[in-house]
């Protein structure tokens, strides 16, 4: 589903080797936990499975695509299979939450007679359906989470990335945040979950990757890890 092929990436500007010859593949409806500290490259992996950025040297592939040939439309049409959570929620501040959930909707062509229904659903799955004329200020650190984890999956994407999206959440919190993971999951959607958490990873044991300054050290099929 996603395969990284020998890839490194080194920032110009800073002539920093954040990715060194990571190869990885992700077969689908694979959970895998990304972990390393940081600045061992995990946000940079991501981040070329999405082509926010290219790699220096080597290849990735997403469904059987080489990114490096996508352009123009077939780029946004390409970020429209990933769901992807970030650290800090990203909401739209000046829209509730049912209305950041429908720009979504409207982006990706939805017929509008649909949106209530699943801008619903998908905040049961999330666990805050009796939010959703909060605005984001009005939300806690862990609520605000879950919507932005509506938001990356209410276009039912086929593959979910996570960059240490309960980096700021307290402990119960990640635990009912991987929750959601887990469910979302179990659906059947690829997922890849960046974390330097080691509670998170036991909590649900699954593949393991572990960049350690760029390289890939170790790929546990077991859910146990050391860094
Ligand atoms: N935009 C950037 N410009 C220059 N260096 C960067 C940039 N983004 C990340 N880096 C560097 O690349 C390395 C990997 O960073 P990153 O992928 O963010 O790691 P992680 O997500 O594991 O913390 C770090 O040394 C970081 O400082
Ligand atoms: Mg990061």
Wanted: net charge positive.
């Amino acid at each position: 589903m996603i395969h990284f092929h020998r890839v490194s990436v080194e920032y110009p500007r800073t002539k920093t080797m954040a990715l060194y010859n990571v190869n990885l593949e992700v077969k689908k409806g694979e959970f895998v936990f990304l972990v390393g500290h940081s600045g061992a490259g995990k946000s940079t992996l991501l981040g070329l499975a999405l082509k926010r950025l290219e790699p220096t040297s080597g290849a990735v592939y997403v469904a059987g695509q080489n990114l490096a040939n996508l352009r123009g439309n077939r780029v946004a049409l390409h970020r429209r299979n990933i769901g992807m959570v970030f650290q800090d929620h990203r909401l739209l501040a000046d829209l509730t939450v049912e209305e950041n959930l429908a720009f979504i909707l409207r982006v990706l062509g939805v017929d509008p007679r649909e949106w209530k229904k699943r801008i619903v659903r998908v905040l049961r799955t999330v666990g805050i359906v009796h939010k959703r004329r909060a605005y984001p200020y009005q939300l806690s650190v862990g609520e605000a989470q879950r919507v932005a984890i509506a938001r990356a999956i209410i276009g039912r994407p086929p593959i979910v990335l996570a960059d240490e999206p309960t980096g700021n959440l307290d402990p119960e919190n990640a635990v009912q945040v991987l929750e959601i993971f887990k469910a979302i999951h179990a659906s059947g959607a690829t997922v890849i979950i960046a974390t330097h958490s080691r509670e998170l990873v036991e909590a649900y044991p699954q593949r393991v990757v572990v960049l350690r300054s760029g390289q890939l050290v170790r790929d546990e099929k077991t859910g146990t890890y050391a860094l």
